[in-house]
C-alpha cells in the first residue's frame, strides 16, 4: 500500500491499555512455557499495530509541521507513549518473573531479557509526566528549527536549503550563509537556550526519581548499553584524541591546500575542491532512479527491498518549507515496510542520507523476514548505524551513477568526511556527559564548555567571530542533543565498522558484502561487541582499534589525492 493511502485513526487509549493489561494478566496466569510464547507473539502484533499507528502521524507531522492536525496527534501519542511504555512494562516484567524463563529465553534468546531488565530499571510509572513534558519541549525544538526561514541572496531558505551556499566555490558567499544561519540562532537565542535548559532540569529530575546520581547514568540505560558504559567510551574518546585527531589535522592542511588558501576558516569547513564539490549530476527524480538501478543490481535482496519502496511511494526527500530537518528512516510495522525522510538540498549530502537511510530501511526489510519477534530486530543503535554508515561505502561501485565525472572528487571528500566526523561525533557525545554531570550550569557555562571542546576535538577550526558559532553554541544546531540525549557516540563507534567493512570490500566486494548481509541477518539478537566480532571485525571499544583503522585508511588518503 501506499504510503498516501496508509489510514490513520486516533485509537482509544483506554483500550490500548485494557489489551495490554489483559495480555500481563494472561502472561502471569499461564500454566506452560508454550502458553506464554503465544502471548508474546500476540503482545508483538499489539505493539506493531500501535506503533504503525504513531510512526504514520510521526512521518506526516515531521513532513509539514504546520499541519494542525498531526500536530495534534503528534500530541496525543507524546503523551500516549510513556503510559503505553508502562504497560508494555508491566508485560515484560511477567516474562522476567516467568517460571518458564528459560525456554523463553531458549525461544528468543537470553539478550531481549538483559534488555528487558534494563528497561526495568530505567522508567517508573511516576516518570509519566516528565516524560509527557520531556517529548512537548523537544516537539518545540523542533518546530522552531523548522520554522527558519532566512533571507539570504534574494531568497528565503530553510537551514536545509542554505546547504548548498555553505560550500559555493565563492568564500564571501560561504561566509554570508554561515553569518545568515547564525543570525537565525542568535535572534532565537533566549528560546533555544530555554528550551534546553527545561530539558535539561526536567531529565535530570527523571534521574533523581530513579535514585540515579545524574542523567548519564539513566542516558546509559535508555540507549540499553548493554555491553559497555563510561569507561569504556572514556577508552573510545582517548584513542579519537591520540589516534584520530592528527589524521584529521592532516587531512584539512591538505583540504586547505587543495582549496588554495593558508588559514582554513570555519565557513571553509565544507568546501573541499578549488573548483567547487562534488554534487549529484542530476534532479531528484534522477537520483531515486539511480537509486532504484543500484539497489537493483547490487544484489537479489537489495531488488527486492528497493522494488517495494518505490512500488509503496515510501519516500519524502525534496526540502521544503515547514518541514523537519534531517533525515531519518522509520518503520511501519503492520506494512512490513521502511519509510526514508529526508531534505534534499543538491548538495552531496543527497546521495549520503539516501545511502545512509537505506541502509537503516534495508536491515529492517531483512530482519523483517529473518526474525519471529520485533524486539529482536533491532540491535541497539551503534549496530543499526552501522548498518547505514556500511551502506554508504559498500554502494562505491555505483556512485558514478550520482556523481558521473565528479565520482573520485566526491569519494575522497566522502571518506574524509568518514573520518573527520568521528571527533566531532566524539564531542557531541562529550558535551553531553558534562552538561548532564553539571546541570546547574548557565547557557554561558555549558557554550564554554562547547568552545574548549573544540580546540580538543577540532584544533583546526577558526570560527572567525561568526555569530552564533563564534560564541560556542554551534551545538544548538545538532537536533539530537536536544531529540535524543546520548544517541551519538553510537555514529561514532558505528563508522569505525563502516570503515572496516569499506576496507575489507577494496580487498574483496564479494566477501565485504556476504559479510554486511550477514551482520544484517543477526539484527538485535547479539549485543554490538558481539555482532561485530561475528563478523570478524575489531570492536572499537579495543585499545589499539582506532590506530589500526587509521593506518588503514592514511594509506588509501595517500593513494588517492587529487
Known amino acids: 500500500m501506499k504510503f498516501s493511502e496508509m489510514p490513520y485513526q486516533r485509537p482509544d487509549l483506554e483500550e490500548l491499555k485494557s489489551g495490554f493489561e489483559e495480555l500481563t494478566a494472561a502472561m502471569r496466569a499461564a500454566s506452560s512455557a508454550e502458553e506464554q510464547i503465544e502471548l508474546f507473539l500476540k503482545m508483538d502484533k499489539q505493539m506493531a499495530s500501535s506503533s504503525t499507528q504513531s510512526t504514520i502521524v510521526h512521518i506526516r507531522n515531521t513532513v509539514d509541521t504546520r499541519d494542525e492536525f498531526y500536530e495534534k496527534e503528534r500530541e496525543f501519542w507524546d503523551n500516549a507513549e510513556p503510559v503505553l511504555v508502562d504497560k508494555t512494562l508491566e508485560f515484560q516484567n511477567a516474562a522476567l518473573e516467568s517460571p518458564f524463563r528459560p525456554a523463553l529465553e531458549e525461544r528468543f534468546g537470553s539478550l531481549m531479557f538483559r534488555n528487558f531488565e534494563m528497561e526495568k530499571k530505567g522508567f517508573s510509572p511516576e516518570l509519566i509526566p516528565l516524560i509527557q513534558e520531556e517529548n512537548a519541549i523537544a516537539a518545540e525544538y523542533q518546530k522552531l528549527y523548522a520554522s527558519a526561514q532566512i533571507p539570504f541572496m534574494g531568497k528565503t531558505c530553510t537551514i536545509a536549503q542554505l546547504g548548498p551556499y555553505k560550500e559555493n566555490p565563492d568564500r564571501d558567499i560561504r561566509k554570508a550563509a554561515y553569518k545568515a544561519e547564525g543570525g537565525f540562532f542568535d535572534e532565537h537565542r533566549e528560546e533555544f537556550d530555554s528550551l534546553f535548559d527545561r530539558l535539561v532540569k526536567n531529565r535530570t529530575e527523571q534521574a533523581h526519581k530513579l535514585g540515579f546520581k545524574n542523567y548519564v547514568e539513566l542516558g546509559y540505560i535508555r540507549r540499553t548499553r548493554n555491553c559497555y558504559g563510561p569507561e569504556e567510551v572514556a577508552n573510545f574518546r582517548r584513542q579519537v584524541l ?321
Not at 367 to 384: F, V, W, Y
Open 242 to 562: 591520540e589516534d584520530l585527531v592528527p589524521v584529521v589535522n592532516q587531512i584539512k592542511k591538505s583540504q586547505a591546500g587543495r582549496i588554495g588558501i593558508e588559514e582554513l576558516k570555519f565557513y571553509d569547513d565544507l568546501f573541499t575542491f578549488r573548483d567547487g564539490n562534488a554534487v549529484p549530476q542530476g534532479t531528484p527524480d534522477e537520483l531515486l532512479a539511480a537509486a532504484k538501478k543500484m539497489y537493483t543490481e547490487m544484489s537479489p535482496e537489495t531488488a527486492e527491498f528497493i522494488q517495494l519502496m518505490f512500488e509503496n511511494d515510501l519516500f519524502d526527500v525534496l526540502a521544503k518549507d515547514g518541514k523537519a530537518p534531517g533525515g531519518y528512516c522509520t518503520s511501519l510495522a503492520d506494512y512490513h515496510a521502511p519509510f526514508i525522510f529526508s531534505n534534499f538540498n543538491g548538495t552531496s549530502g543527497d546521495v549520503d542520507v539516501l545511502t545512509h537511510e537505506a541502509g537503516h530501511a534495508f536491515a529492517f526489510f531483512v530482519a523483517d523476514k529473518e526474525i519471529e519477534l520485533s524486539q529482536n530486530r533491532h540491535p541497539t543503535m551503534e549496530g543499526c548505524e552501522t548498518h547505514s554508515m556500511s551502506m554508504e561505502f559498500l554502494t562505491s561501485p555505483w556512485h558514478e551513477l550520482f556523481f558521473k565525472h565528479q565520482t573520485a572528487k566526491y569519494e575522497l571528500s566522502h571518506a574524509e568526511d568518514a573520518i573527520t566526523f568521528i571527533p566531532y561525533g566524539t564531542m557531541v557525545d562529550y558535551f553531553q556527559e558534562l552538561v548532564y554531570s553539571k546541570p546547574e550550569m548557565t547557557p554561558e557555562e555549558r557554550n564554554q564548555v562547547w568552545a574548549e571542546l573544540e580546540k580538543q576535538f577540532r584544533p583546526y577550526v577558526d570560527f572567525d567571530n561568526l555569530p552564533f558559532y563564534g560564541r560556542g553554541a554551534g551545538w544548538q544546531r545538532q537536533l539530537h542533543i536536544y531529540l535524543y540525549p546520548f544517541y551519538y557516540i553510537d555514529y561514532c563507534m558505528a563508522q569505525t565498522i563502516a570503515l572496516q567493512f569499506w576496507v575489507e570490500s577494496l580487498k574483496d566486494r564479494k566477501l565485504a558484502w556476504e559479510k554486511y548481509l550477514a551482520f544484517v541477518k543477526k539484527g538485535g539478537t547479539l549485543s554490538f561487541v558481539d555482532l561485530v566480532k561475528s563478523a570478524g571485525l575489531r570492536s572499537p571499544l579495543e585499545s589499539g582499534a582506532l590506530k589500526e583503522i587509521a593506518t588503514a585508511i592514511s594509506q588509501w588518503f595517500s593513494e588517492h589525492q587529487i
